[in-house]
């Protein structure tokens, strides 16, 4: 590993100095694998199990704060222009507002959490990857449930909409930090 790759996510180290068009096939590439993350989903209401916050920590654990943002932001406008990218399919700005609208904010956030925790000295090793994972994963949840209570209720909220995702919040948390500690050491190697 490089001196200049220290404080890199490992795939901005692998972007630096190529071409525009590997950014933006990044960027893209990261959103279609949140759009797939979204479909592998157990429905439940008002908001659906899925592999999304495995999907958003991996890539932000591997992108960096700029590029997990944009690809977040992209899979976000994608969903907003009426591509069905977003769990069950849906997309549309009704999507965007719905009863999960918080926890898609919430994904915003947590991927420019992670993606600067992670640029911090040490902020790739094991511990401080789980921290900052988890923390992201109370602020999706955070979010989504401050959104959820103002039009169901605090109790339904959490009920519904944080208590059934907690053990898997945890989970996730571990099968990422393990994904990105090995892809981004192998990408580092490079």
Do not use: C, N
């Amino acid at each position: 590993m490089t001196a200049a790759a220290t404080f890199k996510a490992p795939l901005d180290a692998l972007l630096a100095g190529r071409p525009l068009a590997w950014r933006v096939g990044a960027v893209l590439a990261g959103s279609w694998l949140l759009a797939a993350s979204s479909w592998a989903e157990i429905p439940m209401y008002p908001v659906p199990m899925t592999l999304q916050t495995y999907a958003l920590l991996v890539i932000a654990g591997l992108s960096g704060l700029r590029l997990s943002l944009e690809i977040v932001f992209v899979w976000l406008a994608q969903a907003a222009m009426g591509l069905p990218v977003l769990a069950g399919g849906a997309s549309g700005v009704e999507a965007l507002v719905g009863p999960t609208g918080g926890y898609l904010a919430g994904f915003l956030a947590a991927a420019g959490l992670v993606g600067w925790l992670g640029a911090r000295p040490r902020g790739r090793d094991w511990l401080p990857l789980t921290v900052s994972f988890l923390l992201a994963h109370a602020v999706v949840l955070l979010l989504g449930f401050a959104w959820l209570a103002s039009g169901l209720g605090a109790k339904a909220a959490f009920v519904g909409g944080v208590a059934p995702f907690l053990a898997g919040a945890f989970l996730k948390t571990l099968l990422a930090v393990a994904t990105v500690k090995l892809a981004g050491d192998r990408i580092l190697t490079r």
